[in-house]
């Protein structure tokens, strides 16, 4: 069976264990709750290297636009 758990790196296993929680978990929530700019401030890297992460770990964004009263749900 193949392992699909990335290789991480000093810096990735760093902001794991200061924050207490999986990068993969870690880093979506940051993003939706503060945006791209703020949840790399908060977690100590450029914004460059955050898209990185989220490449390596295979975390998607995605931008929505809505119309006044527009709803989306996620699922």
């Given at each position: 069976?193949?392992?699909k758990?990335p ?5 990735m296993l760093?902001?794991?264990?200061n924050?207490g ?14 945006g791209?700019?703020?949840a ?12 990185y992460?989220c ?8 931008v929505?636009a ?6 989306v749900?996620?699922?």
């Amino acid at each position: 069976m193949l392992n699909k758990t990335p290789n991480k790196s000093p810096a990735m296993l760093r902001v794991e264990k200061n924050h207490g929680e999986r990068l993969e978990i870690l880093i979506p929530r940051l993003i939706n709750g503060f945006g791209i700019t703020k949840a790399a401030e908060e977690l100590g890297i450029s914004k460059s290297s955050l898209n990185y992460w989220c490449m390596k770990l295979g975390i998607v964004r995605q931008v929505v636009a809505l119309v006044p009263g527009e709803r989306v749900e996620v699922r």
